[in-house]
Structure formats: C-alpha cells, structure tokens
C-alpha cells in the first residue's frame, strides 16, 4: 500500500516582543497502552480494536520510541503533550509515559503535560491479555498529578486552585497557559473559577508585555461541523470572549484526532491529530526570532505508516457499511464509494485537501453526492470532497 505523505502547514501573527526562535512539538492524543497491559493474539484486545476509531495502538510504543529518539537527536525546545497520554487511564501506561518524558527532561528539553478526558479515572482502563478484558488499576487525579506535575505544574508562576491548569513561562516575553479541561467540576469545558483565575494570569502577562499561548485537550473553535458536541469546549463562547480579549492568538488542541486548524478574530486554534492515528505524526511550531510570527507543520513517523493506514481503512469500511449497504446500487459502484470514502476519511484525519486518486474513487464521489446525499455519511463525505471542512486562509 503505497500513499504520499502531504504536508501540512499554517501560520500566523503572534504578540511577542523580542527573544530567540523557538521550536515546540505538539504530540496529541498517543493513547499509550504499556506492552505489559495487551498480548496481540487476545481475543479481549482484537475485540477493543474493532472500536478504537482507527488507533495504531499495538504499535504505539515503537511509535513513541521513534519520536522519542528523534526528540532527542533534533532537541526543540519543548515538546507539549495536549492529553490522552494514555488509551484509557491505565497506571502503567501513565508510568511509562512519565519515564518517556522524564528522558526528554533529563536532555534539557522542557516537557508541558495536561490530562485529557482519558487520562483520569476512566472506567475504560482494562488489562487485555486474555479472552477477555479485566480491569486495569486507573489513574486518579491525584496520581495524575503526583506523576505529571513536574511537567508544567511545578514550574508554573501561577497555577489554578479549581483545576491542574497552569502558566509557565518559555521566554521574557512568552507564556503557554495549559488548560485543565476535565475536572469533575466541569468535564469538557473550563471551571467559571479557572476562567477567572486565566483572566488574572493573562491580564498580568498584557501588563508585563508578554505574549500567550493556551493548550487544553479539547478544541476551543469547531473544527469540523460533523464533530461538535463532546469536542469543542463546553463554554466555549466564554472562553473565547477571555482569551480573545487579552490578545491570545494561538490555541493548540487536541481530542479530535483529526488535523484541523481554525480561526476566529486574530485567534487560531490548530488541533493537532492524533499521533495514533494515520499519519502518525506530531506538530511542530517554529516561533520566530522576535515572537511576532508562528509557523506550524506536522511531521510524520516513518514506521508504520503500511498498517495505520490500513487499520483507517478498515476502521472507515465499518463506519461506512451499513450506509452503503441501504443503498440501491450495484457492487461496483458500492465499491467505488467504499474507495471514495476510505479515501475521503484519511484526507479529512491528516488535514489534507481531498483529491481521488482514480477514475474509481471520482466515480465514487459522484455516486456520495447524487445517492447519498442525505445521510449522514453522504453529508460527511460531499462536504470535505467540496472542501467545506477545510480551513478559512489562515
Ligand atoms: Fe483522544
Ligand atoms: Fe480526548
């Protein structure tokens, strides 16, 4: 199976005043599974597979150690892990995470940690050695702090009471603000106490002319209009409103999986996809000399790409089929769909404008806009082969 890798860039203005370049990466969603918690062969981990929306999760500690290891070579300055460390909370992934980024730390490349919506006491967290899946021993908030807090948290010039959201600062004139946005409080969005405790620490930045930079797990601006609720911020208009006010161009999410960028006023908010998904990549934002301009573009781990390519596939195939199967229309133009949509998914989750590949798949995208239009998938599908979930120009 043979597929070109694409690039994918943005840029933008940001409110620095001075300093050096800064190179950042952005690994988003791993949903880390230690080796020790899953046996391939297990009938309790092939049945997780089958719902997993296309993760790469049997490969995921080569993929880590790839990156890793080019992290080390290659040395940015930070590397920001927006949440979903782990596939569903499981203590020994979350360990083993830690010891990952404590390397990275140890090198002298500052670590930024926020959880996501898996990370803490999810009921998901399973041991997958077996026919069938056994509970795992979870992460608790407590835990999740004990073990991440040196990773943002502890080197923060202020940090929240209502939540694990902190603000540390990467220059004179540059601060990321990590948003905690899964508390029991307020799971999905930001606590109203947080919120006012980011209006202080971002009203103290402006005083002090420094430029900020907000991460949280969830996305801020919609990203894409088929995947809205549970995705974007609950309180998303009020945050937007705070963060908008004081001047913050950037936010970098995550949760998603998919690779998206938008903007709203002078505010981006790029989500970086899931490393665990086709293309298995990360981002990277080069924060120019002077921090008056940003530039953000993935880049892909090698190994691997054959299987998480064909586990989006098939993970597309499932979704699609009963769509497909409803349809009045013969096996080659079913095909012919299939081809299209498979094609269509992968486009929309690495951040690449669509373009069928053969005669096949441009039939197959004529039969989703005249026979299928008015389902789910069909909407789907014609709305990103018109590249309507594409980004304004930013
Ligand atoms: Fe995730
Ligand atoms: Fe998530």
Redesign the pocket.
């Known amino acids: 199976m043979q597929i070109e890798l694409r690039p994918y860039e943005r840029h933008g203005s940001l409110n620095g005043r001075a300093g050096n370049r800064l190179v950042l990466w952005i690994l988003a ?1 791993p949903h880390y599974l230690s080796p020790s918690l899953f046996d391939r062969q297990a009938d309790a981990f092939r049945s997780i597979l089958a719902v997993n929306s296309g993760k790469l999760i049997e490969h995921m500690p080569e993929v880590m150690e790839e990156f890793l290891s080019r992290a080390l070579r290659e040395r940015p300055d930070a590397v920001l892990f927006p ?2 460390l782990t596939l569903n909370g499981e203590l020994t992934g979350l360990l083993e995470m830690e010891q990952m980024c404590s390397h990275l730390e140890a090198a002298g490349i500052r670590v930024l940690v926020i959880p ?3 990370d803490i006491d999810c009921r998901y967290a399973s041991v997958l050695t077996g026919d069938v899946s056994k509970p795992a021993e979870r992460v608790t908030r407590d835990v999740f702090i004990t073990h991440m807090r040196r990773f943002g948290y502890d080197n923060a010039i202020s940090r929240d009471d209502h939540s694990f959201s902190w603000i540390v600062p990467l220059a004179d004139d540059l601060r990321i603000l990590g948003f905690d946005t899964n508390t029991t409080a307020c799971p999905g969005g930001i606590p109203e106490g947080t919120l006012t405790w980011a209006e202080n620490v971002l009203a103290q930045a402006n005083a002090e002319g420094a430029a900020v930079i907000t991460m949280m ?1 969830h996305n801020l601006l919609v990203q894409n209009r088929f995947m809205e609720t549970g995705f974007v911020l609950k309180n998303r208009a009020e945050v937007f409103n705070v963060l908008d006010n004081h001047g913050v161009m950037l936010n970098l999410s ?2 998603i999986h998919l690779q998206h960028g938008s903007r709203e006023n002078s505010l981006t908010d790029i989500t970086t996809a899931s490393a665990a998904v086709f293309p298995l990549g990360y981002g990277v934002l080069e924060i120019a000399e002077g921090h008056r301009e940003w530039n953000y573009h993935r880049e892909y781990m090698t190994q691997f790409q054959d299987a998480a390519l064909r586990r989006m596939n098939e993970t597309c195939e499932r979704f699609l089929q009963d769509t497909l199967a409803q349809l009045d229309i013969s096996e080659a133009d079913r095909t012919c769909m299939r081809k299209a949509g498979q094609e269509v998914c992968v486009a929309v989750f690495a951040g690449w404008a669509y373009r069928p590949s053969d005669e096949e798949a441009e039939w197959g995208c004529r039969l989703w806009s005249e026979r299928a239009s008015d389902t789910f998938w069909g909407k789907y599908i014609v709305s990103a082969i018109e590249q309507k979930h594409m980004e304004e120009t930013i």
Do not use: F, S
């Open positions: 969603d949440g979903d996501g919506n898996h797990h995550g949760h």
